[in-house]
T-cell receptor
Framework: GENVEQHPSTLSVQEGDSAVIKCTYSDSASNYFPWYKQELGKGPQLIIDIRSNVGEKKDQRIAVTLNKTAKHFSLHITETQPEDSAVYFCAASCKLTFGKGITLSVRP | DVKVTQSSRYLVKRTGEKVFLECVQDMDHENMFWYRQDPGLGLRLIYFSYDVKMKEKGDIPEGYSVSREKKERFSLILESASTNQTSMYLC????????????FGPGTRLLVL
């Protein structure tokens, strides 16, 4: 089955800096890669996703890039703000397999 | 907007009790999912359902069962709760095609004493 890994488990950045979170996956047949943000006390919410026929997708301050050859995809957040502090999950394809999540802390 | 609701935000039960967690979605989604979330382990799929009365085991189905009698409702059942089932339980739904966006409920934090 699919195996999705996120590293590191925590990331701390200064407000205004960029944050990059990377995930790797194992199944080359995976074709859908969403990113979810989970704020304290809430369920995960989709923030951006990408399909395997696209290399990059952008939505305001967030973007996702996909490298199918290397089997990794990354979330990029620019001009980070304190409200970006949350747990971020990546997932891969079909019956979505989630990574373990990364806790992003944005220092004001 | 899609809305996924879960019957309880917090629940305290005793070992051996039968526990029902209810989930309802209002977007006529075909697929519904139950996950548990534990620190350091992320989201792990317990069961999912792709149609009424249909169910499939996820990665960690042991100790759980599910019921989907109506399209909008998906129930997770702990037949005999144990302390290692203390966790956050998240329900999600998605449209008919697997690989579509999943919409999550707010979660139920279950404590088994």
């Amino acid at each position: 089955g699919e195996n999705v890994e996120q590293h590191p488990s925590t990331l701390s950045v200064q407000e205004g800096d960029s944050a990059v979170i990377k995930c790797t996956y194992s199944d080359s047949a995976s074709n859908y890669f969403p990113w979810y943000k989970q704020e304290l006390g809430k369920g995960p919410q989709l923030i951006i996703d990408i399909r395997s026929n696209v290399g990059e997708k952008k939505d305001q301050r967030i973007a996702v890039t996909l490298n199918k050859t290397a089997k990794h995809f990354s979330l990029h957040i620019t001009e980070t703000q304190p409200e970006d502090s949350a747990v971020y999950f990546c997932a891969a394809s079909c019956k979505l397999t989630f990574g373990k999540g990364i806790t992003l802390s944005v220092r004001p | 907007d899609v809305k996924v609701t879960q019957s309880s935000r917090y629940l305290v039960k005793r070992t051996g009790e039968k526990v029902f967690l209810e989930c309802v979605q209002d977007m006529d989604h075909e697929n519904m999912f139950w996950y548990r979330q534990d620190p350091g382990l992320g989201l792990r799929l317990i069961y999912f359902s792709y149609d009424v009365k249909m169910k499939e085991k996820g990665d960690i189905p042991e100790g759980y069962s599910v019921s989907r009698e109506k399209k909008e409702r998906f129930s997770l059942i702990l037949e005999s709760a144990s302390t290692n089932q203390t966790s956050m339980y998240l329900c999600a739904s998605s449209r008919s095609t697997l690989g579509e966006t999943q919409y999550f409920g707010p979660g139920t934090r279950l404590l088994v004493l």
